[in-house]
């Protein structure tokens, strides 16, 4: 943000959060958790299926360029991290589904 300024930076929080929607399946979300780091929470998903995607992640924003047609024209992903963590829930899924009412709503 420093660098660029606080419209390039939030044209880039823009298209990143664009990206990462595209890449989810219905009931999937999206989480800012910083100023530069997103959460993908994906219920259901195996810890396979979630390393899977954040190597298609990875390998999405690895292979993006700077281009006249992109809305941040002058801005290029230089390094992505990814990882992944499960949450055990009991038998009637009271954790996750309590985490994620609080993600819809907010909280």
């Known amino acids: 943000g420093k660098e660029w300024g606080s419209i390039a930076s939030d044209r880039v929080l823009q298209e990143t959060a664009l990206i990462l929607r595209q890449m989810l399946r219905p ?20 810890d396979l299926a979630a390393a899977r995607l954040a190597e298609k992640v990875s390998l999405k924003f690895a292979s993006l360029h700077p281009s006249p047609e992109s809305r941040v024209s002058t801005i290029a992903v230089t390094t992505s991290h990814a990882g992944v963590a499960g949450l055990e829930t009991g038998s009637d899924g009271a954790v996750g589904a309590g ?9």
Do not use: D, K, N, Q
């Open 27 to 46: 009931g999937e979300s999206i989480c800012r958790a910083s100023t530069a780091e997103f959460v993908l929470v994906l219920p259901g998903s195996s």
């Open 99 to 107: 985490l994620l009412a609080r993600l819809h709503a907010g909280t």
